[in-house]
């Protein structure tokens, strides 16, 4: 069974950072892309960054800056650095790994009080 291994979420203050990372250990196919997606309460999943395995960013329209995606291809990791966080950032994010078929993780909780 695939997993995907998130961590890095918590509770932090407006315009204070925080680092996701998510780990792909069970998947030994080429990952094509890896991702970030949220989704706050009563609103549809969003994506917030994704990046291929050559190095192709792609960001949600909201980051504007303030993310940045980066991936470790021979750890099968990805990370996501969030800076000047806000309110409405405030969502589950899961991870996303593309092979063909999506992975997803279980979601870790990113709060960011005002």
């Known amino acids: 069974q695939v997993q995907l291994v998130e961590s890095g979420g918590g509770l932090v203050q407006a315009g204070e950072s925080l680092r996701l990372s998510c780990a792909a250990p069970?998947?030994?196919?080429?990952?094509?892309?890896m991702g970030w997606y949220r989704q706050a309460p009563g609103k549809q999943r969003e994506l917030v960054a994704s990046?291929?395995?050559?190095?192709?960013?792609d960001y949600g329209d909201f980051v504007k800056g303030r993310f940045t995606i980066s991936r470790d291809n021979g750890k099968n990791t990805v990370y996501l650095q969030m800076a000047s966080l806000k309110p409405e950032d405030t969502a589950v994010y899961y991870c996303?790994?593309?092979?063909?078929?999506?992975?997803w993780g279980r979601g870790t909780q990113v709060t960011v009080s005002s």
């Open positions: 069970g998947i030994i196919f080429s990952i094509n892309s």
């Open positions: 996303n790994a593309n092979v063909g078929l999506d992975f």
């Open positions: 990046i291929t395995r050559t190095g192709t960013t």
